[in-house]
């Protein structure tokens, strides 16, 4: 929509052809645990193969323990590379509401702590005007109108 032509999303999973303008390559899971990949140390593996120079981060939506590890999370994003530029969306928002409330409290609190002027963290608020009813399947997963 912006009339930028030069974007290349990498990963090895491919997503389903939605009649986006663009390809729909992601590193996104169903229902996997951030812990989980920390823990086993899954994601170094991942950011070497695919080599972005852009994470775009939405997680914590499953998985509160994410604030456990957001600090791991994103030394290792930057041990790929150090000048990544690290995006970090806003949860899709869902019941309960303090779960919500909360997690993204700590995202707007913890993501400045970790931005450094090579690698640079920036919050995308890209829920505002999404509607739980109408743009998902069953309240917290987006629907083909609320992706």
Do not use: C
């Amino acid at each position: 929509e912006a009339g930028i032509t030069n974007t290349n999303f990498v990963s090895s999973n491919k997503a389903p052809d939605y009649g986006f303008p663009y390809d729909g390559e992601n590193k996104g899971y169903t229902s996997f645990l951030i812990t989980s990949i920390i823990r086993d140390n899954q994601l170094p593996g991942w950011l070497n193969a695919a080599r972005p120079d852009i994470i775009i981060m939405h997680l914590g939506t499953n998985d509160i323990n994410i604030i456990r590890v957001y600090s791991t999370l994103v030394d290792q994003i930057r041990a790929s590379k150090p000048n990544i530029k690290i995006l970090v969306n806003y949860l899709t928002r869902h019941k309960p509401d303090i779960y919500y409330k909360y997690i993204v409290l700590i995202i707007l609190e913890g993501a400045p702590t970790k931005s450094t002027q090579a690698s640079p963290i920036i919050i995308m608020d890209n829920f505002s005007g999404f509607n739980t009813i109408t743009d998902t399947t069953d309240g917290k997963h987006p629907n083909n109108k609320g992706n």
